[in-house]
């Protein structure tokens, strides 16, 4: 063959290749190539969203967000010359760009920024590549918001775990706790983008190549507690270091108050994290639905319903107090030395006689006592939307395997000792039932939440004579709250002082009103405060009366 | 006559504006400078068509090869910048080695035309005329310039007429070499040869010595690679195989200009409107990779534009290398290996289907020693056609 030929031949088989390669690359994979310029020079960065406002019931704002200005680069356009300078004006960046696999886009450096931190930087850091200067929206809470921390919660950085979970950006703020962390979807929004032209070396080349989107704030919430009855009920605790109050409305499951003492403030929670992570008293448990404590004589009410359940027990039935009760080779003291003499159901609960209770454990016996509370499939926590929330302990099979449990284990749980342990929260549910008959609508935090009901089917009249019972130890002169009675105010209630082995008893006091139209639930809790009818008591009428005198 | 005249004019000139119009579009002062050196290599190049008449180039042309030479070594001791291919007096610099492809090419031709010597001396003087310049650019090291002069010499030697089996050998040399990469590549290669060699005709020490130079080939070639390369250079000849896990320079080059074009479509981004060479991502878009900054901005009919320009152009070369005879045969198919081989280089090294060695694309690409070895080229083809 002539050479001349060969290589026209050739020049065919090269052009022919080049045009095949052409097509792959400027019509097969035109789209992705197209993605890939554009991400060489089109570079994001997100815009946050500010968090929903919280308000309370009255519209009474806890919640809310302010600006600050935060700091980003793109890592591999920085110098280590940059770096440097970033950190002596500001200390340690909020990422490490080592760890980073990423490089070549925004990272945030440093956040939460004032203005004169920002003009300052901008005087003295020198022109450092990609770097933008950007508003950052910040949680910020009202200065009463710590009356409801607990409820509220607060916020900071997401962790690792959490920035995949919710694929979510080193830097950016989660609802750790309380509402902020249950809702936290709804509050928090939807993020913006903004868009930025960089050429290959990191310089600007257009600030806006694109229109931003813009972020949308998260949802307001309305919170159905009111501040200031958390306000007044911290008032109300100023002789005590720890307890709790929680209140609800049984037919609609709204709370009306949620406090727990200690508490913390949610606005500075970052910086003294460490302090509260080892103050012994605990301000972060939120002891309302975390906090398990001996429910005491406040039980009976539960051990009324279930010997009525039994049919060892009615209205009438009367049992001997002679201020102790004997059972295998041990005696339970009454709280009363002297005994209380010959009584019925109702003025038991009223005069809350342990020697009474303690006999219609006995006559109940243990087993049939576990059977009964197996059979009420009485929730064992509230469900109240707060993470965290603690699940009580009572008799039930499930709950108490590998405990030994002795013929006069019920003599113990009769009367709230023993292994019996309960939230606030819970025992508020329990008294809730109790007035409603049966019917209870679980605890909610806000308006809009689906109501969730729980019935304990059980004959009205048990009702009535644990309510009745209730009613007196108010309305009775022989009451264990008796000495606080103001006909003003329709409260059923019941004391308990619950004995517990870490020093003084407990001081519980649980309450419904009013009595003919059971309407809302409140139950007080001060931790090593003494009787029932002495420290918790007095607190829970202070607060009704309040609550009754705003209602009206 | 007037047809071949306006294949060797034409084509040039629009593929010259071409390059023009995407360096004005990526940079004003290099529009300016390679505007300003057209218009002077033009006159100056004019001058010579009027003053120098044909026998002169038959005869002198290869004075070329002999101020070229020097140059090379000169550029070897005072190169400036950090490869030596250039040299320059104060402001301008000038790269020798384009000078010497076009000086291979007349001694190349002079010495094979002589029909007073035996083809042994003559094949052998052309061995030497072309390992000369090669060393010298190799020491540089610039490879890409030395696999052209390499060529040029082969299809120079070929369209001379010379035993097939070395033409044969210079085709599957190169093979062998690519296929021992591989065991399997390697057997499929001995097993092709073999079946070659039995369907031709020839005496049996020829088809032993192909064998056996070609054994020689695939054996060491791995050695080589593995021995003598150290890691980094082996990473540069194979990135474009994979530019997007290569992370050295020419990997990042190949990358870029794949996505230029491919962003760039059928239609392309527009004038000016590239965002790969414009915002730099596309390193030497002006020079090595304007193929692609075109492709990015003019799109698949842009660069099928420029293919078919070229194409006009080399078949025109090829028609008269059918003329032609002798001396001036063996010259035209020397400038059309050079053409070709920058064509094919530089275009297959864009589309990442050949290592990037550094040549540029006739007409298109920026600067001046390359134009005016190109502009030199078709000055002599012109002259061979009055």
């Known amino acids: ?552 | 006559m007037k047809r071949i005249r306006n294949g060797l004019i034409i084509p040039p000139l629009i593929l010259i504006s071409l390059g023009l119009v995407e360096l004005f579009f990526i940079n004003r002062g290099l529009f300016l400078s390679q505007l300003s050196k057209v218009i002077i290599y033009s006159l100056l190049l004019a001058g010579f068509y009027f003053l120098i008449k044909k026998p002169y180039i038959l005869n002198y042309g290869s004075i070329i090869y002999y101020i070229s030479i020097p140059l090379l070594i000169a550029t070897l001791l005072f190169g400036k910048g950090g490869v030596s291919r250039w040299i320059g007096v104060g402001a301008l610099t000038f790269q020798p080695s384009e000078l010497t492809k076009l000086g291979l090419i007349f001694v190349l031709g002079k010495t094979l035309s002589d029909t007073k010597k035996t083809i042994k001396t003559k094949l052998t003087k052309a061995l030497i005329y072309t390992l000369i310049p090669f060393i010298l650019v190799m020491l540089q090291p610039d490879l890409g310039t030395a696999l052209t002069l390499l060529i040029i010499a082969f299809i120079t030697i070929w369209v001379y007429g010379v035993d097939p089996m070395l033409i044969r050998l210079a085709i599957l040399i190169p093979i062998a070499m690519l296929t021992s990469a591989h065991i399997v590549s390697t057997i499929i290669f001995y097993i092709m040869l073999l079946s070659l060699l039995i369907i031709l005709k020839e005496p049996i020490y020829k088809k032993i010595l192909t064998i056996g130079i070609l054994t020689l080939t695939s054996l060491s070639t791995p050695i080589v690679w593995q021995k003598m390369l150290k890691p980094y250079q082996r990473d540069r000849l194979t990135a474009f195989l994979n530019p997007e896990k290569s992370l050295n320079k020419e990997g990042w080059q190949i990358y870029q200009a794949k996505i230029a074009m491919g962003s760039g479509g059928i239609i392309g981004k527009g004038p000016g409107k590239g965002t790969q060479k414009g915002l730099a991502f596309l390193p030497a878009a002006h020079t090595d990779f304007i193929f692609s900054s075109f492709g990015e901005e003019f799109g698949l009919l842009g660069l099928i534009v420029i293919l078919f320009t070229f194409i006009i152009f080399f078949r025109t070369i090829l028609r008269t290398l059918e003329l032609k005879e002798g001396n001036e045969k063996l010259i035209v198919s020397g400038i059309f290996a050079y053409f070709f081989i920058h064509f094919t280089f530089n275009i297959l090294s864009n589309l990442s289907l050949l290592p990037v060695v550094g040549i540029p694309l006739p007409f298109l690409s920026f600067g001046g020693s390359h134009l005016l070895t190109e502009m030199a080229s078709i000055l002599t083809l012109l002259k061979l056609e009055v």
């Open chain 1, 1 to 552: 063959m002539k050479p001349e030929r060969t290589l026209r031949i050739l020049l065919w088989i090269i052009v022919g290749i080049i045009i095949v390669r052409l097509f792959q690359y400027q019509v097969l994979e035109h789209k992705k190539l197209e993605i890939l310029a554009t991400y060489n020079y089109l570079k994001e960065y997100k815009i946050p969203a500010p968090r929903g406002n919280i308000y309370d019931r009255n519209g009474i704002t806890l919640a809310t967000w302010k600006p600050t200005f935060r700091i980003m680069a793109i890592p591999k356009f920085l110098s280590q010359e940059d770096i440097n300078s970033i950190k002596t004006l500001f200390g340690e960046l909020t990422i490490n760009l080592d760890t980073l696999h990423q490089k070549g886009n925004y990272v945030q450096l440093k956040s939460m920024l004032t203005f004169e931190e920002v003009v300052k930087f901008l005087e003295e850091a020198p022109e450092i590549k990609s770097l933008v200067i950007d508003a950052e929206p910040v949680r910020t809470y009202s200065q009463d918001a710590k009356y409801a921390s607990h409820l509220i919660g607060y916020v900071s950085e997401a962790s690792q775990e959490e920035i995949e979970k919710f694929q979510l950006e080193y830097g950016d703020f989660i609802g750790k706790a309380g509402c902020e962390r249950s809702l936290d979807t709804l509050l928090r929004g939807t993020p913006g983008a903004k868009f930025m032209a960089l050429d290959s070396k990191g310089n600007l080349i257009d600030d806006n190549p694109r229109p931003p989107i813009e972020p949308k704030q998260g949802k307001d919430i309305s919170l159905t507690i009111d501040i200031g009855l958390q306000k007044f009920a911290d008032s109300l605790f100023q002789n005590y270091q720890r307890g709790a109050v929680f209140g609800f409305n049984i037919k609609t499951g709204e709370v009306i108050i949620l406090y727990s003492k200690p508490y913390f403030d949610p606005t500075n929670i970052t910086s003294s994290w460490k302090e509260y992570i080892n103050n012994p008293e605990k301000p972060l448990i939120n002891r309302c639905t975390q906090g398990l404590y001996p429910p005491g004589s406040t039980f009976k009410l539960l051990t009324a319903l279930v010997g009525l359940y039994s049919q060892t027990l009615s209205e009438n039935t009367a049992y001997y107090c002679s201020g102790g009760f004997a059972f295998g080779n041990r005696i339970w003291l009454c709280w009363k030395p002297e005994g209380h003499g010959t009584l019925g159901l109702i003025d038991a609960i009223a005069q809350s006689c342990n020697v009474y209770f303690n006999n219609v454990g006995a006559h109940v016996g243990t087993d049939k006592f576990m059977e009964i509370l197996e059979k009420f499939k009485l929730p064992l926590k509230t469900e109240i939307p707060i993470p965290g929330e603690a699940k009580v302990l009572i008799p039930l099979e499930d709950l108490l395997k590998g405990r030994y449990i002795l013929p006069s284990s019920v003599i113990n749980w009769s009367i709230g000792q023993g292994e019996i342990q309960v939230t606030p929260a819970w025992l508020s549910l329990i008294t809730g039932i109790i007035a409603g008959n049966g019917k209870c609508t679980l605890p909610k935090i806000t308006k809009d939440e689906q109501e969730k009901h729980f019935n304990l089917n059980l004959p009205d009249e048990f009702y009535n004579i644990v309510k009745e019972g209730m009613r007196r130890v108010v309305e009775s002169r022989n009451g264990t709250a008796g000495y606080l009675y103001d006909p003003q105010l329709k409260i059923s209630a019941k004391t308990g002082t619950a004995q517990n082995p870490h020093g003084r008893e407990h001081s519980w006091f649980t309450c419904f009103f009013p009595n003919n139209n059971p309407e809302y639930v409140i139950t007080v809790l001060v931790e090593n405060a003494g009787h029932g009818s002495e420290a918790a008591a007095p607190i829970a009428f202070q607060l009704v009366r309040r609550f009754v005198g705003e209602k009206n």
